[in-house]
């Protein structure tokens, strides 16, 4: 354990937190161009911490919007979450004590390092230095885009926005193994594609997942073995 | 405090509530087998869904930016087997690579 504190999950959770939380710098600086003091943009990314929120709560605002449509953008972006804390309470088994603490930090970057691992340990390494070091960085750099401003510039010009496509297809690349996490890859792509342009930022994700369940339950009713011992010998060990 | 604060405020504890809700699902449920076919399935369309929405969209728009360059980039470190650290510095060097060289916004 001593030696092994440093593993895969470990240096991708710090890689997806460098990142990630290196725009805190861009919402610092654009929750204060858009009207909200200092603490409010704290208060924002300690509490709400879920980035997509965020930025839509800030950009309705910025746009002219009343704080009632931020709440409502704000809210619909995050239900994600929700499909987070169920995949990770499945996956993690954690203690109930434990559990208000893992959801503040149940977000997309914490949830897929987590997922992407094999191994129980693995997984809960990956969601915890995942989740606390998106959550610090965050809030550190959400300070400075708040301090400085809009001199910090956009988080596009270092590339970042790359850093986290290829954080994400990295996470996902091991999944694609068989012939049938690919397919259910390229139909999740097709529908988030479609639901792009006529659904509100947040929902195709939520449509992905959906088309993914009706898609595992008619498989798994076709596939379901016919005898009482066979379907016990389903369950994963 | 303004009322702009405690709207923020409303919404901290909403995305707060909805991360929980999650954890309230009982455990029995999500073991069941059945359970565990949707969730395998449920990560990998997660996982397709997130690598899409960061590479191809802009708020409710599809676009086609540097960050094309950025997955491709990505994709081929990996079939290198390139360590996954390496694979995000690849990313962000080809998004940059490309808005620098003015082949891509």
């Given at each position: 354990?001593?030696?092994s504190w440093f593993t895969p999950a470990t240096r991708m959770g710090l890689s997806i937190a460098v990142a990630t939380g290196l725009y805190g710098i861009s919402f610092g600086a654009l929750a204060v161009a858009a009207g909200l003091n200092l603490w409010q943009c704290i208060v924002l990314s300690a509490l709400m911490f879920t980035g997509?929120?965020?930025?839509?709560?800030?950009?309705?605002?910025?746009?002219?919007?009343?704080?009632?449509?931020?709440?409502?953008?704000?809210?619909?972006?995050?239900?994600?979450?929700?499909?987070?804390?169920?995949?990770?309470?499945?996956?993690?088994?954690?203690?109930?004590?434990?559990?208000?603490?893992?959801?503040?930090?149940?977000?997309?970057?914490?949830?897929?390092?987590?997922?992407?691992?094999?191994?129980?340990?693995?997984?809960?390494?990956?969601?915890?230095?995942?989740?606390?070091?998106?959550?610090?960085?965050?809030?550190?750099?959400?300070?400075?885009?708040?301090?400085?401003?809009?001199?910090?510039?956009?988080?596009?010009?270092?590339?970042?926005?790359?850093?986290a496509v290829a954080a994400f297809l990295g996470l996902l690349w091991p999944r694609l193994k068989s012939a049938e996490p690919v397919f259910v890859a390229f139909g999740a792509v097709l529908v988030t594609a479609l639901a792009v342009p006529v659904s509100a930022p947040g929902v195709p994700i939520l449509l992905a997942a959906a088309a993914?369940?009706?898609?595992?339950?008619?498989?798994?009713?076709?596939?379901?073995?016919?005898?009482?011992?066979?379907?016990?010998?389903?369950?994963?060990? | 405090?303004?009322?702009?604060?405690?709207?923020?405020?409303?919404?901290?504890?909403?995305?707060?509530?909805?991360?929980?809700?999650?954890?309230?699902?009982?455990?029995?449920?999500?073991?069941?087998?059945?359970?565990?076919?949707?969730?395998?399935?449920?990560?990998?369309?997660?996982?397709?869904?997130?690598?899409?929405?960061?590479?191809?969209?802009?708020?409710?728009?599809?676009?086609?930016?540097?960050?094309?360059?950025?997955?491709?980039?990505?994709?081929?470190?990996?079939?290198?087997?390139?360590?996954?650290?390496?694979?995000?510095?690849?990313?962000?060097?080809?998004?940059?690579?490309?808005?620098?060289?003015?082949?891509?916004?």
């Open positions: 354990m001593s030696t997509g929120s965020q930025f839509a709560f800030i950009g309705v605002l910025a746009g002219g919007g009343t704080p009632v449509a931020g709440y409502s953008a704000a809210s619909l972006l995050g239900i994600r979450n929700s499909v987070y804390g169920m995949q990770i309470k499945q996956a993690l088994r954690p203690s109930a004590s434990l559990v208000p603490l893992m959801a503040q930090v149940t977000i997309d970057e914490s949830t897929a390092t987590s997922l992407g691992q094999s191994s129980l340990a693995e997984k809960k390494r990956g969601f915890w230095v995942a989740g606390v070091g998106v959550w610090l960085l965050w809030n550190l750099f959400t300070i400075v885009g708040a301090l400085l401003g809009e001199r910090m510039g956009d988080p596009a010009a270092w590339g970042l926005d790359g850093a993914a369940v009706i898609y595992a339950l008619i498989t798994y009713r076709r596939g379901k073995p016919a005898t009482e011992h066979g379907q016990r010998q389903r369950v994963e060990p | 405090m303004s009322e702009l604060s405690w709207w923020i405020l409303a919404a901290s504890v909403t995305a707060f509530a909805v991360k929980l809700s999650g954890y309230f699902v009982p455990r029995k449920v999500l073991d069941s087998p059945v359970m565990s076919h949707v969730a395998a399935t449920l990560t990998v369309a997660l996982l397709a869904s997130l690598v899409t929405m960061n590479a191809f969209t802009s708020g409710t728009q599809l676009v086609i930016d540097a960050r094309i360059g950025a997955l491709a980039a990505a994709a081929i470190a990996l079939m290198f087997r390139a360590p996954y650290l390496v694979v995000v510095i690849v990313g962000a060097l080809a998004a940059v690579g490309l808005r620098m060289s003015g082949l891509a916004t």
